[in-house]
């Protein structure tokens, strides 16, 4: 009982110095920023919902305890000069007032509606209403100041200055912080070698973008007073090139440098009353919550197109697999009508032999030789022997060219390279059944007296390649003799088993595999041209989210 005790007080320390370190921590950490915050870039705002985002919600008290003690040493320093009445407001902490804020966001209107997403029109919503909120409470604070010297005179536009600035501070802090939450645990950044990181697309255009901003602010500060407008405006252009290119999360690191560009050309971090500078201030706010709306909507479509392309991948899966199984299927029917062959052979050389008179025992074996061969000739024509026993290769070499030489047509096949092998089964049965319907196709021309086949092969990062390419040799002057020997020509396709598919049925087969097929009169014949793409399954696609949540 005493070790429970124990161990149920040792549990409770550990809670509360947790409480303790966190309050200490957000106490050290906002006297660290407070210096660097103004009205133009009151930079605590952006502390504030950064910890309001990433911490949990025990630790909300220790948050308030955390920032109640900067601000009451702070104010009391400014007791004499302000007046008591404004630094006991000022001493209120604003973490409490946006608590219920974020809080209503996060679990009631669906801040982030599934793990890893966050709903852009949310996020900035709850960025409007806390920058309006946050504004309404300092302005009636600077209401409540008393000088020495008298009553404090309101600058014109405060509130409007004040909201500007604090909704500037969450467009370019809060974004940041989304991401490090919903990707977390997957590591914003791959662990890739810095090489890798270094030419990564985002970094090179990332570079090319802040030297646009350069050059801008450089002619900034050399414009005169009529023309310094144009550059400040274009200094979102370069985030709008970004957002194009890679999305939502280029849209933040793009409103990001645009926001500092700013700051820094236009001097933009000391209290100032001239409008111009709130204006161009407020414009650019406008235009980067435009262009977060804009790159969430590209990143929405850039995973729409990813998950079509990944359905049509698992759409062309299935009927590789169906295709394969159909090859499968047709090699054991070929095998077993072998094996029927020489079963039937066997027999009839049996009954042959017993039971039929030796006048009588040539013309049966002749019929019994006749059924063996047909037989024979059925199990080539499904799945070539030489395509089973020796690879695919061997059937474009050795099935087609004996079947075109039978009917007195001159053959040869040039293979390069020993990868064809290693090509998937649905990708072999493809290339020689388009191959045997390409050479059936043109063999059936009377002046054709020849065809030759190349094929290539090669490897690409995502798989295999495989290129066909078969041409024929005509001579008018053969027309005659081929004419006598159409019977023959005409059991082509039966001997190779094509299907005689037109061109457009048989660029659909190809399209399985993202090839190419091509056919075009060249001198002296025709040529028919063939790209395959053997490629490996690709990785799984989160399905696309609905509306504009972005990860």
């Not at 079947?403 to 390069?416: H, Q, S």
């Amino acid at each position: 009982m005493s070790e429970a005790k124990s161990v149920a007080g040792s549990s409770t320390n550990k809670r509360w110095l947790m409480h303790v370190a966190v309050a200490l921590g957000y106490a050290l950490a906002y006297v660290t920023v407070r210096p660097f915050s103004v009205t133009y870039w009151p930079f605590v705002f952006g502390l504030r919902v950064a910890c309001l985002m990433l911490t949990p919600r025990r630790y909300w008290p220790a948050l308030v305890v955390g920032e109640v003690i900067p601000l009451a040493y702070f104010n009391a320093l400014c007791l004499d000069d302000f007046g008591l009445l404004a630094m006991v407001l000022n001493s209120m902490p604003l973490i409490a007032v946006g608590m219920p804020v974020i809080s209503w966001f996060r679990n009631r209107a669906g801040l982030f509606p599934t793990p890893g997403m966050v709903n852009l029109t949310r996020l900035l919503g709850c960025m409007l209403a806390l920058s309006a909120l946050w504004a309404s409470i300092k302005y009636a604070i600077l209401s409540t100041v008393h000088l020495p010297s008298g009553p404090y005179h309101i600058p014109e536009g405060a509130a409007w200055k004040y909201a500007i600035g604090i909704y500037t501070v969450l467009l370019l802090v809060v974004p940041w912080v989304i991401m490090i939450r919903i990707r977390g645990r997957r590591h914003l950044w791959p662990l890739l070698p810095l090489r890798t990181q270094m030419t990564h697309p985002l970094v090179r255009d990332a570079g090319v973008a802040l030297l646009i901003l350069l050059g801008l602010m450089g002619w900034y500060r050399v414009a005169g007073t009529d023309t310094q407008s144009t550059p400040l405006m274009a200094m979102f252009l370069p985030a709008v090139w970004l957002t194009l290119k890679h999305g939502w999360r280029a849209s933040v690191l793009g409103g990001t440098l645009s926001l500092v560009s700013l700051a820094c050309a236009s001097n933009l971090l000391m209290w100032t009353s001239d409008a111009y500078h709130l204006q161009a201030e407020t414009l650019m706010d406008m235009a980067i919550t435009s262009l977060y709306f804009f790159g969430a909507r590209i990143s929405e479509q850039g995973r729409a197109y990813g998950q079509a392309r990944q359905d049509a991948r698992e759409d062309k899966d299935v009927a590789r697999s169906a295709l394969a199984l159909g090859e499968a299927r047709l090699q054991r029917t070929s095998q077993a009508l072998d094996y029927l062959a020489t079963l039937l052979r066997m027999d009839y050389m049996d009954v042959l032999t017993r039971y039929v008179p030796p006048e009588e025992y040539t013309s049966f074996h002749q019929e019994a030789e006749h059924l063996r061969r047909h037989v024979r000739h059925l199990a080539e024509s499904l799945y070539p022997s030489a395509w089973r026993e020796r690879g695919l290769g061997a059937a474009l070499h050795e099935t087609l060219g004996k079947v075109l030489r039978e009917a007195d047509i001159t053959y040869d096949c040039d293979t390069v390279g020993r990868e064809l092998r290693f090509l998937s089964p649905a990708c072999q049965s493809v290339l020689y059944r388009v191959a045997c319907d390409a050479v059936t196709a043109l063999s059936t021309s009377p002046a054709c007296i020849g065809l030759h086949m190349g094929i290539r092969t090669g490897r690409r990062p995502s798989g295999r390649w495989v290129v066909l390419r078969i041409r024929s040799m005509e001579n008018p002057q053969r027309v005659a003799a081929a004419m006598v020997q159409g019977r023959s020509r005409e059991g082509i396709a039966t001997a190779l088993g094509a299907s005689l598919r037109t061109v457009e049925e048989a660029r659909q087969l190809v399209r399985l595999f993202d090839g190419l097929l091509d056919l075009r009169t060249v001198p002296d014949g025709k040529r028919i041209s063939l790209l395959l793409y053997d490629q490996a399954p690709n990785a799984t696609v989160p399905a696309a989210p609905i509306r504009l949540w972005v990860e």
